[in-house]
Structures are given as structure tokens and as C-alpha cells.
T-cell receptor, first 113, second 115 residues
């Protein structure tokens, strides 16, 4: 049973560029959440997707956007990258949206120079 | 909004000693609470969860946590630390919104196990 997978594992971008991160949920899961984890911090909730719609959003600017596909996989897009966007980006999947436990992928390490 | 406070960003214990990692939460409704562990360069792994059933929750790898409503706490314990327990531990609370739910994480506690 495949767990949550994310790609790429590492990414280096320049300020002002755009980046797309990808996530495939655990088999049987239909909900995907994205988190940003800065060095030495806990994960911060970005948004959650269910039925191809953004259902909940944390305190992140519109530069952060996402998408969910019919097969439940998801993308996180970040435009106009800032140095402060450097972080580990975690994808978590769950079954449904109501307080279900979340299973995390290994993350994508984004470095903005 | 919910919030989670983890007291002690770094905890060191000797191998075989008791592990106690502290977590306090704020919630206006009965919470769903979780403990996750993160090993270097990896994602988060669920240790255990509290979902309003038994107040003492047993998880994987010998960890357990006790929900105390009067103290708004959900501390994580393990009777005997093992070297492989060295990792970062996160407490989280789940809040359900109108259309979905989100997790609020604490800032984490780094556990060092001394041989």
C-alpha cells in the first residue's frame, strides 16, 4: 500500500520565480492538505483540498495556490518566490475532511536564493 | 482558532529513563489531539491520537498520552527511552471548519537520548 508521495524531493529556485510541487495521496484517501515547515518550526497549514476544491485556507498570501485532480493528487504552486518561502513543504492526505487523522509525505525541500 | 503549546523545545533523557514531553492546547470545543514524530529529513509519522474516547491513549513504539481536560493537557510519555526515540516530536490539535478541517501544530520538542 503506497503511502503519500511527493515530488521533487529537493528544489532550488531564484527569487521571483514560480514553483510547482506535487503530491499523491495514500491509497483510498480523497483529501489533501499542504503545510509549510520552516527550519526549527512546526508545520503551518496552507490549505486543504477535497473534491477538487479548496475547503480550508490558512494565513498564506494568494501567491500560494493549489489544485486537486480527479485522481485526488494535488499540486501546490507558489508564485513570485521570496527568500522566506524557503522551507520543507509537506503534503498530508486523509479520508474526508472532518477531523480525520492525516498521513504525511516525506516533503519537498525548497530553497530560494 | 486553536493553539498548541509545547513546553521545552529540547529534552534530554538517559537511555532507559522516562520520557515526558509536554503539550497544552486551547480549544473551545472538545478537541481531537495528535502526537507526531519526525526523524531527520523525513515527514511526520503519527504516534497516537485522542478522539474523545478513552483519556489514556496508547500509540506505537511504546508511547502513550493522557488527555486531561481540567489541565487542557495532552502530555506524551514513554516508560523507558531507547536510542531510536531521538527525534522531533509535534503535538497537534484538529479544528473542523465549515467545510474542512486543519491541524494546528506546536513548535516541536527535540528529544535527545543519552547512552
Amino acid at each position: 500500500d503506497a503511502g503519500v508521495t511527493q515530488s521533487p524531493t529537493h528544489l532550488i529556485k531564484t527569487r521571483g520565480q514560480q514553483v510547482t510541487l506535487r503530491c499523491s495521496p495514500k491509497s483510498g484517501h480523497d483529501t489533501v492538505s499542504w503545510y509549510q515547515q520552516a527550519l526549527g518550526q512546526g508545520p503551518q497549514f496552507i490549505f486543504q483540498y477535497y473534491e477538487e476544491e479548496e475547503r480550508q485556507r490558512g494565513n498564506f498570501p494568494d501567491r500560494f495556490s493549489g489544485h486537486q485532480f480527479p485522481n485526488y493528487s494535488s499540486e501546490l504552486n507558489v508564485n513570485a518566490l521570496l527568500l522566506g518561502d524557503s522551507a520543507l513543504y509537506l503534503c498530508a492526505s486523509s479520508l474526508g475532511t472532518l477531523r480525520s487523522e492525516q498521513y504525511f509525505g516525506p516533503g519537498t525541500r525548497l530553497t530560494v536564493t | 482558532a486553536q493553539s498548541v503549546t509545547q513546553l521545552g523545545s529540547h529534552v534530554s533523557v538517559s537511555e532507559g529513563a522516562l520520557v515526558l514531553l509536554r503539550c497544552n492546547y486551547s480549544s473551545s470545543v472538545p478537541p481531537y489531539l495528535f502526537w507526531y514524530v519526525q526523524y531527520p529529513n523525513q515527514g511526520l509519522q503519527l504516534l497516537l491520537k485522542y478522539t474523545s474516547a478513552a483519556t489514556l491513549v496508547k500509540g506505537i513504539n511504546g508511547f502513550e498520552a493522557e488527555f486531561k481536560k481540567s489541565e487542557t493537557s495532552f502530555h506524551l510519555t514513554k516508560p523507558s527511552a531507547h536510542m531510536s526515540d531521538a527525534a522531533e516530536y509535534f503535538c497537534a490539535v484538529s479544528e473542523s471548519g465549515r467545510t474542512g478541517n486543519q491541524f494546528y501544530f506546536g513548535t516541536g520538542t527535540s528529544l535527545t537520548v543519552i547512552p
